[in-house]
């Protein structure tokens, strides 16, 4: 029987946790957080010291590797971070701050943060525009949960708005939006897709004008096109399918797994289902090296208690 990635010695001694992480966040050099010198530090190891714990050489200042990182001024084990990490980055639909803080053994409201630092973790911003020449992005909104204070009516106007843009074969970017209207939805797809990519979206009219900025613009009538159509001239899917396949978990996850989502909050979630999808074993990501890209990503996200709320 294969052994439980658990077994690790990352994520049952604290040392070899803090070695992980220190390997991978300062894998070109031991960078000292106060005064920015590479490797003009030492270890301090005497027996009042804490583990991980170095001397600044240039500047004489103590430092730890979660300085300006998610684990800075928290109290939890760093092996415990690299569980909480790894759980989230291999489960499909998310994992609860109930189910955290059970497995843990934290408080909820400790693991409930956990699970927000780590998905301000998993938030890359990406910068880079999506879709080259030949590649389709598809863009798609949905409506999920329930604005504050908003009452329920027909026609979803009380539900919190998300657009996405999904490259088929590749990444997904989420944005929560204020609605599925031209002002939101346009500044979004102008800034996040290359002007060279086909742009595939429903027939809905914020789409129509926005459409021409692109190589190309197919769409599909949901009503009337269920499965999508092939287009006799070129051969190209129209369909968007893939958007909705990332809706179709991203729902069974906010739904099943997470429940309630604050608006406020609703980003951080996103940036989560964009995370796993865009790491994803068909890409050639596994959950280790999924895990170990969320780590990567938890340095200059400091998350007080009192900024996330
Ligand atoms: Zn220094």
């Excluded at 021409?212 to 129209?238: C, L, W």
């Amino acid at each position: 029987m294969s052994k439980s990635i658990f077994t690790a010695p990352h994520f049952n001694d604290e040392a070899a946790a803090f070695a992980y992480v220190e390997a991978r966040l300062w894998a070109n050099g031991r960078v000292c957080p106060k005064c920015g010198v590479v490797d003009r530090s030492g270890p301090l190891s005497g027996k009042d010291d804490r583990i991980g714990l170095y001397k600044c050489y240039a500047c004489r200042k103590k430092f730890t590797v979660k300085v300006g990182t998610i684990f800075e001024d928290s109290h939890v084990a760093m092996r415990d971070w690299l569980v909480a990490i790894q759980l989230i980055c291999s489960s499909k639909k998310g994992i609860s701050a109930n189910q955290l803080h059970r497995t843990l053994s934290v408080t909820l409201k400790t693991a409930w943060f956990m699970g927000h630092r780590i998905r301000e973790a998993m938030r890359d911003g990406g910068l880079e525009p999506m879709g080259g020449e030949g590649q389709t992005v598809e863009a798609d909104e949905t409506f999920i949960g329930r604005k504050q204070g908003e009452p329920v009516r027909a026609g979803g106007h009380h539900k919190m708005a998300v657009l996405t843009l999904v490259e088929r074969g590749g990444s997904a970017r989420s944005f929560h939006i204020d609605g599925a209207t031209v002002a939101s939805i346009a500044p979004l797809v102008r800034d996040n897709l290359a002007r060279e990519a086909h742009l595939m979206t429903d027939e809905a009219a914020h789409y129509t004008r926005l459409g021409r900025e692109f190589a190309d613009h197919s769409t599909v009538d949901h009503g009337r096109d269920e499965y999508g159509y092939i287009d006799r001239k070129t051969g190209f899917n129209a369909n968007t399918n893939t958007a909705e396949g990332y809706y179709s978990i991203f729902k069974r996850g906010m739904k099943g797994v997470y429940q309630h989502c604050q608006e406020k909050h609703l980003h951080r979630y996103l940036a989560e289902f964009d995370f796993r999808y865009s790491n994803r074993v068909k890409l050639g990501v596994d959950d280790v090296a999924r895990a170990d890209r969320a780590l990567k990503g938890v340095v200059g996200k400091r998350l007080t208690y009192q900024t996330i709320n």
